[in-house]
């Protein structure tokens, strides 16, 4: 579909098993199945568990890089922080210059106390050297090799985290340096998180559903007492000051509802701050967003009573252990790289002509499969052609019951000289692939197509009341 998609799915809130594994399965779904880029923000690089995930894993950590090298994974720049290196080492000098009590990242396992893994990372992030990490994990493991019984299972739990922290930071330094793997900053002023709690709040106060109007009673008290505050018109436009106060009120459906709210303003508001980001709605449309804005809050409300995200957020410092099951990101590279150019990042409207251009991506994976069975059937042809000729030759030149040595040697000879001048053809052709790689290609195509049709579907939301022939959208 060759679109520029922000989900809502990767947001830090969805942080448990089940939470985890509908974010995995979006972003698969988005990249392999619909053929669009995913765009993160600095803050979903260091706090969504959902994708988190997949780096975690040692087997699937080299395919997210790959994603990002071909730009079905990007990052978004957003104002005078340019790179998820910066962005990194901003936050920990700002750990650094106030309270070490001072929230730092809820997906990465580093506790804004622990001040000498705080300033490794902060070394190896500035002077672009990972292998500060490195030689920690490697110190650990000698700890390890000379460890008691008892002393192992923390020593090992510490190894991988270290492991992991060093694959992260690897990651971290490959997109800043990465051309694709970058969204350009969007370059106009924007809605910030206030206009968006505003409208929720007004909208909100005329519902018929009593827990959303204890909620945005809540959400009012709270914008009241901000405003009150020296510094409010930094303090209102951040999504943690409104939660640290909502924390504050008893714990009811209200406050849950509140969160959820907030937790929804907030995603908008990154949203739209993301240059050519293909929206659900017309942005500017404030009716329209409304209507999203109901049909998600519905939603998320679901998805909190089914355990896909919970209330509270931490600081951690072990890294999870809870088991995901993880798409085939294998096939998300394939289908990816083979397929699709970068995105047309115009900012249209994400449902609009979606059945005809997921028809189109369809048909290109079939494309791919057909085109592979055509290039096996080439390859099968000459085989095939070459033992017809050397066995025409045999019976022209050795006309005979039996060959002797020579002649045998002399077919032999032929035969893989024949050969050799194919493979010669070949290496010079590159647009021709390996001979055993037109094999592995039919086998990853089939893989591929069944991946893709048994995965879950209708992970991302979309938009179901879109029309294509309403032009209000």
């Not at 994974?73 to 957003?78: A, G």
């Not at 997906?107 to 106390?113: E, F």
């Not at 991988?160 to 992260?168: C, E, G, I, N, Q």
């Not at 640290?244 to 406050?255: G, S």
Request: hydrophobic share 40%.
């Amino acid at each position: 579909m060759n679109k520029l998609v922000y989900l809502f799915e990767l947001d830090s809130v969805c942080n448990t098993r089940e939470g985890i594994e509908a974010g995995q399965q979006a972003m698969f779904e988005e990249i392999a199945q619909n053929g669009n880029s995913v765009v993160l923000s600095f803050n979903q690089l260091t706090d969504s568990c959902a994708f988190m995930a997949a780096v975690k894993d040692k087997r699937t950590y080299p395919y997210i890089l790959e994603l990002f090298r071909v730009g079905a994974i990007k990052v978004s720049h957003y104002g005078k922080i340019r790179t998820p290196s910066q962005y990194l080492q901003n936050a920990i000098e700002k750990c650094k210059q106030n309270d070490e009590s001072v929230f730092l990242f809820s997906a990465l396992p580093i506790k804004s106390s622990d001040k000498e893994l705080r300033e490794k990372i902060h070394s190896a992030l500035r002077y672009s050297d990972p292998a500060i990490l490195t030689e920690m994990v490697e110190e650990k493991q000698r700890q390890l090799d000379n460890s008691l019984s008892e002393q192992r299972q923390s020593l090992q739990a510490e190894i991988a985290k270290l492991d992991f922290l060093d694959r992260y930071v690897r990651m971290i330094l490959l997109l800043s340096t990465e051309k694709l793997s970058g969204n350009k900053p969007i370059g106009v002023k924007t809605n910030p998180f206030s206009w968006y709690m505003n409208q929720a709040i007004q909208h909100c106060s005329h519902s018929k559903d009593t827990i959303i109007v204890e909620a945005v009673g809540l959400l009012d008290e709270i914008r009241r007492e901000i405003s009150d505050e020296p510094d409010s018109d930094s303090l209102i436009n951040n999504r943690s000051d409104w939660l640290t106060k909502l924390y504050k009120r008893e714990n009811c459906e209200a406050v849950l509802m509140g969160k959820a709210i907030i937790d929804l303003c907030y995603n908008y508001t990154v949203e739209e701050s993301i240059c050519g980001v293909s929206r659900h709605f017309d942005g500017k449309n404030p009716k329209k967003l409304l209507e999203d804005f109901d049909k998600r809050l519905k939603k998320y409300w679901a998805d909190f009573k089914n355990g896909l995200h919970i209330l509270d957020e931490c600081d951690n410092s072990s890294l999870s252990e809870q088991t995901v099951k993880l798409p085939h990101w294998a096939t998300a590279v394939r289908l990816y790289s083979a397929h699709t150019v970068q995105p047309s990042a115009d900012g249209s409207i994400y449902e609009k002509n979606y059945k005809r251009e997921k028809a189109l991506w369809k048909l290109k994976i079939v494309r791919k499969l057909f085109k592979t069975l055509g290039l096996s059937c080439i390859y099968i042809v000459v085989l095939v052609a070459i033992d017809l000729i050397m066995g025409v030759f045999q019976d022209i030149l050795f006309n005979s019951d039996g060959m002797s040595l020579l002649q045998a040697l002399m077919v032999s000879g032929l035969s893989s000289l024949m050969f050799g001048v194919i493979g010669s053809i070949i290496a010079l052709a590159p647009w021709l692939p390996d001979f055993l790689d037109v094999f592995r290609s039919i086998f990853n195509c089939f893989v591929d197509a069944i991946i893709t049709k048994l995965a879950p579907h209708g992970k991302a939301y979309r938009n179901t009341e879109f029309r294509e022939n309403n032009d209000e959208y």
